[in-house]
């Protein structure tokens, strides 16, 4: 069992930025990939990021150069820095642990942008 615990989330103006963080915890295999959703409002689940236990990374395209993922400095953490919001990030944000067939999502944490 993995728990997930998101962090970070709130209100920030277009052009503004936020940091997303995700601590898991539980007992797990050292080789899981890590990755951010969201879920705007009326809208299906849309993945974000992705980074892997090597630290490859990837991102959806409408993110790639204003979003990064990264690994925390804690242990097991996985942090989404979000620079140059825009409202169409507007979203509530999932962080998702993957390793084999074992699949873990967090809560969800809101991210609103608007001015």
């Known amino acids: 069992q993995v728990r997930l615990v998101e962090s970070g989330g709130g209100l920030v103006q277009p052009g503004g930025s936020l940091r997303l963080s995700c601590a898991a915890s539980?007992?797990?295999?050292?080789?899981?990939?890590m990755a951010w959703h969201r879920r705007a409002p009326g809208k299906g689940c849309d993945w974000v990021a992705t980074?892997?236990?090597?630290?490859?990374?990837t991102y959806a395209d409408s993110v790639k150069g204003r979003f990064t993922i990264s690994r925390g400095t804690a242990k097991n953490t996985v942090n989404l820095q979000m620079n140059s919001l825009k409202p169409e990030d507007t979203a509530v944000y999932y962080c998702?642990?993957?390793?084999?067939?074992?699949?873990?999502w967090g809560q969800g944490t809101q991210v609103t942008v608007s001015s």
């Open positions: 998702r642990w993957m390793s084999g067939l074992e699949n873990y």
């Open positions: 980074i892997t236990s090597s630290g490859t990374s």
């Open positions: 539980g007992s797990f295999s050292r080789i899981y990939t």
